[in-house]
């Protein structure tokens, strides 16, 4: 999984804070942007899987519904895929990830709604890019080792098979709140 937008990147687990903390107010609706660029291993179904566990833990919520478009399976390195998942409590979120084999900088970004305000969050900064290169200059704590309880990581699996399945089907997958 991506160490950019996981449950323990620091950057999300200040969005879970602020949401727990109320300092939104009822959550509505989140939008979970990722941008992987340049060479690597992760494949689309590992960037979902982290994706859609940092909004699982942002909202402490379960998925009901799950609707996805790709550009190929989430197996492969690269590609784009974007899923719309309906969690308990009727609250919305758009997650879109990409791998891209051009090198540049990563992009994360987490957007949570509620209905006292909205919380915009950019994961990837600050960066700089230096002679034609992309690197990222950490802050805050470094991300923890994801380490999943086994509810999660089955919670997880269930939400990235309905993907799967919304894929392969063109249809919407309804889930008993993973």
């Known amino acids: 999984m991506s160490g950019l937008l996981v449950r323990t990147s620091p950057g999300v687990q200040r969005v ?5 903390r109320g300092d939104l107010g009822l959550p509505w609706s989140v ?31 379960g998925v ?14 690269h590609g784009v895929l974007t899923a719309t998942l309906i969690f308990e409590h009727e609250v919305g979120a758009s997650i879109a990830v990409s791998r891209i084999a051009t090198p ?7 957007r949570v709604m509620g209905n006292e305000g909205v919380l915009a969050a950019d994961l990837t900064r600050p960066a700089v ?10 802050y805050g704590p470094p991300p923890a080792e994801p380490v999943l309880e086994p ?8 939400v990235v098979d309905a993907v799967r399945r919304s894929i392969t089907e063109n ?3 309804n889930l008993e709140g993973s």
């Open 31 to 61: 939008q979970a942007e990722l941008v992987r660029r340049g060479p690597g291993d992760e494949t689309l179904g590992g960037l979902l899987a982290g994706a859609v566990d940092a909004v699982r833990s942002v909202l402490g919520l």
């Open 171 to 173: 249809a919407v997958i």
């Open 129 to 138: 890019l230096i002679d034609g290169g992309a690197r990222l200059i950490g």
């Open 104 to 110: 540049g900088l990563d992009e994360a970004r987490l």
């Open 16 to 20: 879970a804070a602020a949401v727990l």
């Open 64 to 77: 009901r519904t799950v609707s996805a478009r790709s550009t190929g399976p989430l197996d492969d390195d």
């Open 151 to 158: 509810a999660h990581a089955e919670a997880v699996a269930g």
